[in-house]
Structures are given as C-alpha cells and as structure tokens.
DNA sequence: ACGACGGCCCTCG
DNA sequence: ACGAGGGCCGTCG
C-alpha cells in the first residue's frame, strides 16, 4: 500500500453510517486538494473493500461525486446503491436525495 | 523515466 | 438544467 492509499483510506473510514463525502473533499482533507481523480484511482485499488470484508473494510460506497451523483464502484454501481440505501441514504434518480444535509467532512 | 488512464472537478456556453 | 472541454494527481505498464 502507498502512503497516499493509506492517508485516503483512514479518512474514508471515519465517514459514518448513512453519511457521505466526496472525491475532492476527501482529497483535499488528504492534504492534496485537486487529487479527486486519485482518490477514486486508490479506492478501486484499495485491498479491503467494505462489501466484501465487512465493516472492518474501507466503505468506498460512501464516497460520490460532487455534485451529488454516485461516480463509480469496482464492485458494480449496482451494488453501490444497495449497500447506501441498505444505510439509510436515499437515492432519487441518479443522484442522493438531501446530498447536502448529509454530507460529511 | 515516460506515457496512458481512471469510481473526478470546475468553468462556460 | 445540461453537456463539452480542459486540467489535475497518483498508479501501472
């Protein structure tokens, strides 16, 4: 793992349940304001996933876009969804209903 | 060392 | 509200 994955991972990790945050925010909280397009790179890479290790893993699914879209999910954006409604987080069309009120960081 | 590519972002029409 | 274009950063071949 690079230092980079693990400064995001460690973030990524404190996002509660039924909460979110984006790509840029986590970023910049990463001390790399600008890198969201990395950030999405080392959530894809990362090793522990949430959905299949379980809550021990890193809930890459609680990070979205922006602008209040999902962005993507190595495990199938399908899945993204199940596993944010399964925690509250409403979904409406493409987007998170609320995005902002429930936005993190 | 180098080029290519992403789970992106922001600014304009 | 919505798409197009250009920029940016870390990784992997």
Redesign the pocket.
Known sequence: M????EKICKIVKKIPRGKVS????VARAAG?P?????????????DR?YYKVGSKGIP??R?????GSL?????GLKR?IELLEREGVEIRGSKIADFKRILVI
Do not use: E
């Open positions: 690079t230092k980079f994955q984006t790509y840029a925010r790399s600008g890198a969201a397009r990395a950030v999405g790179n080392a959530m894809k890479k990362n996933p890459c699914h990070v979205v876009k922006s602008d962005g993507g999910f190595s495990g993204k």
